[in-house]
């Protein structure tokens, strides 16, 4: 008896081998996508610890104000004025701007640059030590450089060669990134800004020689020794600076507090939270896919277990084979996942790893997670086929023997349908009359295929809507003038002074006007103070003036919409700016109490701007670090920007639309992992489709047997199954696209809102990404019963309507 069942189930198992292996591949999406998408946080925080580690990442780091310089052996002094058995190791180092000129076989790359002074002397690297992913590095005695990897890799330049750096040939040893500089952050707090910034790590010496400043630095970094407390060590520092630079308007910041900090562990952290959304999302849908396929597969051998009743077999030896086809599902489903879950996690991993160059990679995977997700991916079928079993072997035999229109006699729809004079001939009515009499099964067909495509709504949707925000970006920063370029200067100089009139002077110039841009913070009622790139303009200017939405330009200080949601303000309400101003021979950080005069149309919250008669009040007038430039008609961009970077003032130039650049490198970073799951939940949707579409030709086999044998040809059976699918397609994708809208929308506002809180982004959701819907959940699905057309016309019309085999 026993092996008599073993080689029904392997019969049953051949005969409907497609529709196994297509639920167990669903099964297995699901569960892989579970477990490859859930362990993501742990892999990327291990990895950032490990890497800080390896590094000797910093602790605390001091930062002059803009434009300030002290002697070495003074902020030296401030690192020996700190406890001995507090700090490991200390280290002063001079940043300036500069501009790098790559241009090559490659394409034209001048872009601004930050010039990293560290000491190499002894060859010793205690604080952020730099790694060289390809070639070699900064060398004792040595006056060659090296490139951050991350702007190499952006415009594909060699391991090594040279390029002009401030308007001087330097030669380039290799290729490597920083702890602070493991992802490149733009001044709003933006990651992705290598296409628009080159980071460049040299000695210390040369680049004091080549800033003019001998012997001069203007930042300073501590590593805490092991088990110090670091917030003790940083009211040590404080009072350091205080006594021994009072007049340098020095900051410090946290390691905790860096940009790229945040973003290697507060994203992973929130990313994990978006994935963890998906993963689940899928896990359910695929479940519930599964479970709706295996129980109406088993719903279709409700006749054969009520002819078995009607002979006198037993009911427990009749749910062998149901539940048998269960446990096949569940089993290979399980044993599918493996590839599944590794190869997603992987492909993610590899992107992020390019995204995110850490010279330590760690090595982690949740089996714990996939071992749970796939003991209970395995049950799902066995509980699906449960279910019909046991509804079958709980009435008569001759219940459980009427299948088709006789089961479904009665009210609800089918009563509905009856009283409805649908139009056309019978068997145009048919589809419809199908999908009425069996509601529960139209139902869980409609809900699986409407989970499935919500999935797809939603990444793209959220792809769409952090794009508008690249696209808002980008029309307000090149609304009045799109080839306007930026040009930094060296100092902060005075407005009407001769560096600016330089920049006015030179050749191709149309319009020029000074501009200052300083860091600051507002705060509001005492709140969590908020980071922003302060931007002095003037509101009339015929070069560029930030659009506003609502209040007026003058008389305070412009903030973004989201800055003004996050403070909890609006326009006339009085907020509290920290910002630097001069004080002596120095600059010194202040709080002042300022008016929130507007709301401005960008759409990156760090951004605020200020109009020159507050920015006297502040103590920031007469005063400019960058002058925005319009070229003269039939100048292009670059050949400006060379002419630019020539003149010794300046620092570095750069087109307008490079800030929308690195907001959009960023998106194509993110959208890269997300189109993975993306494509994943595409395929999801396509297998949902084919084999909800090929379990019903099963279940209605009869049906169309009965057609064919009173003369019908198999075509009007592919036009009823067609017709079917299209309703189908069209109620589940509408589904989808209601719940990918708020699942889309509740990912924006709390996820990437807390990713991205710079990123004012709203919920989009483009044509484009419609009409995939619309292409997967209703074309895909009508054109699934095409891959049965084949199994209609050869039939075995006597075989099917036989009662009892």
């Known amino acids: ?39 993501l946080r742990e892999w990327r925080e291990e990895s950032a610890d490990l890497s800080m580690a390896a590094l000797n990442a910093h602790d605390l780091r001091v930062d002059l104000a803009e434009g300030a310089f002290v002697e070495a052996q003074r902020l030296r002094a401030v690192a020996d004025a700190l406890p001995g058995d507090a700090v490991a190791a200390s280290e002063a180092r ?61 415009y594909g330049l060699d391991p090594s060669g040279t390029v002009r750096l401030g308007g001087r040939e330097v030669r380039y040893r290799g290729l490597g ?65 205080r006594r021994e630079l009072p007049d340098a308007g020095a900051t410090i910041v946290r390691a905790d507090d860096e940009p790229v900090t945040a973003i290697l562990y507060r994203d992973a952290r929130n990313d994990q939270r978006t994935f963890s959304t998906f993963a689940v999302l899928i896990l359910f849908g695929a479940a519930l896919a599964a479970f709706n396929l295996v129980s109406r597969v088993v719903e279709a051998q409700r006749r054969e277990i009520g002819i078995g009743m009607a002979l006198g077999v037993e009911p427990r030896l009749l749910a062998v084979r149901p539940l048998a086809l269960g446990a096949q599902i569940g089993v290979l489903g399980a044993i599918l996942a493996f590839p599944a879950g590794i190869g997603l996690s992987e492909l993610i991993k590899s992107l992020m790893r390019d995204f995110l160059p850490l010279p330590v990679s760690a090595s982690v995977f949740p089996w714990e997670l996939f071992a749970g997700a796939a003991v209970a991916g395995a049950l ?28 479904a006699v009665g009210g609800g729809a089918t009563g509905v349908m009856r009283r409805l004079r649908l139009p056309g001939r019978p068997l145009t009515q048919l589809p419809l009359r199908n999908l009425a009499r069996t509601p529960r099964r139209t139902v869980m067909t409609v809900i699986g295929l409407g989970v499935t495509l919500t999935l797809v709504v939603a990444i793209l949707g ?37 560096e600016v009139a330089a920049v006015r002077g030179a050749p191709g110039v149309a319009r020029a006007e000074p501009v200052l841009t300083v860091r600051g913070a507002l705060a509001a009622d005492g709140g969590e103070p908020i980071a922003i790139a302060l931007g002095v303009v003037d509101a009339g200017s015929r070069v560029w003036a930030p659009t506003v939405e609502e209040g007026r330009a003058t008389g305070g200080v412009l903030l973004a919409r989201r800055a003004a949601e996050d403070l909890g303000v609006g326009v006339g309400d009085r907020v509290t700016l920290r910002h630097p101003r001069a004080a002596g021979d120095g600059m010194a950080v202040v709080d002042t109490p300022v008016t929130v005069a507007g709301i401005h149309g960008g759409s990156i919250r760090a951004l605020a701007y200020a109009d020159r008669e507050q920015a006297a009040a502040l103590g920031l007038g007469g005063i400019a670090n960058a002058v925005a430039v319009v070229p003269a008609a039939g100048t292009s961009e670059a050949a400006l920007a060379r002419e630019l970077a020539a003149l010794p003032q300046v620092a570095s130039v750069q087109p307008a639309s490079a800030e929308a650049s690195a907001i959009q490198t960023s998106v194509d970073a993110f959208q890269g992992a997300i189109n993975i799951v993306g494509v994943m939940t595409l395929g999801l949707a396509l297998l949902v489709a084919f ?4 379990v019903s030709v099963e279940e209605r086999r009869r049906e169309y047997a009965t057609m064919f044998a009173f003369g019908l040809p198999p075509r009007e059976g592919l036009r009823v199954a067609t017709t079917e699918s299209v309703v189908t397609g069209v109620l589940g994708t509408l589904l989808g696209i209601g719940l990918g809208v708020a699942v889309s929308g509740w990912v924006i506002h709390t996820m990437v809102a807390d990713s991205f809180p710079d990123l004012g982004a709203e919920v989009v959701l483009t044509p484009a990404t419609i009409a995939i819907a619309f292409a997967v959940g209703v074309v895909a699905v009508a054109f699934a019963p095409l891959l049965t057309f084949r199994r209609l016309r050869r039939m075995d019309i006597p075989s099917t309507l036989r009662v009892v085999e």
Not at 99 to 127: C, E, F, W, Y
Not at 387 to 402: D, F, K, M
Request: charged share 20%; hydrophobic share 50%.
């Open 691 to 694: 084999t909800s579409t090929s």
């Open 462 to 498: 959220m792809v769409d809507s952090i794009r508008d925000v690249a696209d808002r970006h980008e029309r307000e920063l090149l609304h009045t003038s799109p080839t306007r370029v930026e040009v930094a200067l060296r100092d902060v100089v005075a407005a009407d002074g001769p």
């Open 1 to 39: 008896m026993r092996g008599l069942w073993l080689r029904w189930t392997w019969r049953d198992l051949r005969s409907r081998w497609p529709q196994v292996v297509a639920t167990a591949l669903i099964l297995g999406v699901g569960i892989g996508g579970f477990a490859g998408l859930g362990g």
């Open 94 to 154: 001079l940043v300036v701007p500069s501009q790098v000129d790559a241009t090559g076989a490659s394409g034209a790359v001048l872009v601004p640059a930050r010039v990293i002074g560290i000491p190499v002397a002894d060859g010793a690297q205690p604080v952020d030590g730099v790694h060289v992913r390809e070639g070699a590095g900064l060398s004792p005695g040595g006056h060659d450089v090296v490139l951050d990897w991350s702007f190499a890799d952006h």
């Open 380 to 407: 799902i079928p066995v509980a699906a086929a449960a279910l019909p079993v046991r509804r079958a072997v709980g009435v008569q035999p001759v219940e459980a023997i009427r299948t088709g229109a006789r089961t």
């Open 177 to 241: 990134s920083s702890p602070q500089y493991f992802v490149i952050v733009d001044e709003t707090g933006i990651s992705g800004a290598e296409s628009g910034l080159a980071v460049v790590y040299a000695p210390l010496a040369d680049v004091q020689a080549a800033a003019g400043r001998p012997g001069s630095v203007n930042q300073l970094l501590v590593r805490a020794a092991p088990g110090a407390d670091v917030a003790a060590l940083e009211r040590a520092l404080a009072a350091a600076l």
